[in-house]
């Protein structure tokens, strides 16, 4: 093999395949990248773990036809730090590199050991652009569990249905989804990819052109991503997949909307005061008032209370309590890129829906509340409380007309709620889970 590559190209191929390989490979080939310089000009960088494999290419000034197996670390350390013009020569398993100042050697494995990615056989052929799939990804993985007794459970889930195609993940306490459309119809599918093969295609989506597509061949144990310059080869999962849709309410008797950077900044102000095991937040949604007050308990550390404006769209007239996760609410958040979001839900513990006001696609996080008994704000904070003008000034022009006057709820019974009437429970705080009947946690 000889060829010349300019040291950029050559390092991203081979950032980009060595993700494909096991931090503690079984096998010492298996810590290597193989490299293949064909006649057409064309050089490919291949790395796998046998689950998934990931190949990538470019076209080059090759000289001569060859295949190499080079220890991906030493590899990329070696490239890394080189730079310029580099001309490549390899002969019995030796690839010495050639830059403007000197010389590396680096002695190779056998080619014919690396094991061969398979072709996905009769595949159903499925073209996605790159932006919604990349998209779609980073809406989901997040909820995807890491529970490898649950294996079915630690991928994505995808379902074509003529021009409708949809991903989904849980673990078991919280649900995302997202859909969207293709400009062709398909044959009623499914399928499940595992969380690693899709945070490696998510960071190759990453540097995809806007414009470009993703073509999908799904076959019956293997699935290939392609996209121009890569491939991402992978095992599908087994196992039957929870059916989302049976999770997901089809009405609401509650819709608000809330300005998202406002809540993400009062839940990072108020968050480490919840407490540390189950970090729930309380929040009361004061549909008179057009606020929402976000409380956490009275812990041996102390407490917390902070309000922002809302936009209510509900059929009740009385004030809501929800328990949550703060770091379900978080993340959910973070996966949300417009300005706004919108809670939907019906009784204070039923599933909560929170989606992005807008957006690239239709997308939807499903958090389940826990029961929480008193949402009285802490009595040392009673008379501190009011909504975070700031923040919502940032991404509101209503925050303009937002009036100082500090809100003042301590002549409100605990009936505004009806948490609050619930007899108290000695049962320990418990996250809920999606199960068939939605099942909530009293605390």
Not at 88 to 96: K, N, P
Request: net charge negative.
């Amino acid at each position: 093999m000889e060829l010349t590559i300019a040291q950029s190209v050559l390092a991203e191929l081979i950032d980009t395949a060595k993700n494909g390989i096991s931090t503690k490979p079984v096998d010492p080939i298996l810590g290597s990248l193989l490299i293949e310089a064909s006649d057409s000009g064309k050089l490919t960088v291949i790395g796998t773990d046998l689950n998934v494999s990931i190949k990538t290419y470019s076209v080059v000034n090759i000289k001569q036809a060859g295949t190499v197996a080079l220890n991906a670390k030493l590899l990329a350390d070696t490239v890394n730090n080189l730079s310029g013009e580099l001309d490549i020569e390899v002969s019995d398993r030796s690839c010495i590199i050639s830059h403007s100042t000197g010389k590396c050697r680096i002695v190779g494995g056998n080619a014919e050991d690396f094991p061969s990615i398979p072709e996905t056989e009769n595949p159903t052929v499925i073209s996605i652009s790159s932006k919604k799939l990349q998209a779609a990804l980073l809406s989901c993985l997040y909820c995807s569990s890491t529970d490898e007794t649950k294996l079915v459970l630690t991928g994505v889930h995808f379902q074509l249905q003529g021009e409708n195609w949809s991903c989904a993940s849980t673990d078991g306490h919280r649900l995302a989804f997202v859909s969207s459309k293709l400009e062709v119809s398909y044959e009623p599918l499914s399928f499940t990819v595992p969380r690693r093969s899709l945070i490696e295609l998510e960071k190759i989506l990453s540097n995809a052109a806007q414009s470009s597509s993703c073509t999908l061949k799904v076959g019956k144990n293997t699935i290939q991503f392609i996209l121009p310059n890569a491939e991402l080869t992978s095992r599908l999962l087994e196992g039957q997949f929870p059916n989302i849709n049976s999770f997901i309410p089809r009405s609401f008797a509650n819709e608000i909307v809330v300005e998202r950077k406002g809540m993400e900044i009062i839940l990072k102000r108020i968050s480490h005061f919840a407490e540390k095991k189950h970090k729930i937040v309380k929040i009361l949604w004061e549909v008179n008032d057009q606020q929402a007050t976000l409380m956490t308990g009275n812990t041996d550390i102390g407490d917390a209370v902070d309000s922002l404006l809302i936009k209510t769209q509900t059929s009740v007239g009385e004030n809501i309590g929800i328990g949550l996760n703060s770091g379900y609410l978080q993340e959910a958040l973070k996966h949300i890129s417009t300005d706004e979001i919108v809670f939907r839900f019906n009784k204070p513990l039923q599933p909560v829906i929170i989606s992005p006001v807008g957006g690239l696609l239709d997308q939807l996080t499903l958090v389940m509340p826990v029961d929480v008994q008193d949402f009285n704000k802490p009595q040392q904070l009673q008379d501190t409380s009011k909504p975070d003008t700031e923040a919502v000034a940032e991404n509101s022009a209503e925050a303009e007309h937002v009036s100082d006057e500090t809100i003042n709820r301590e002549d409100k019974s605990t009936s505004d709620t009806p948490a609050t009437n619930k007899p108290k429970s000695r049962k320990r705080k418990q996250e809920a889970k999606l199960k068939p009947e939605l099942e909530t946690t009293t605390v």
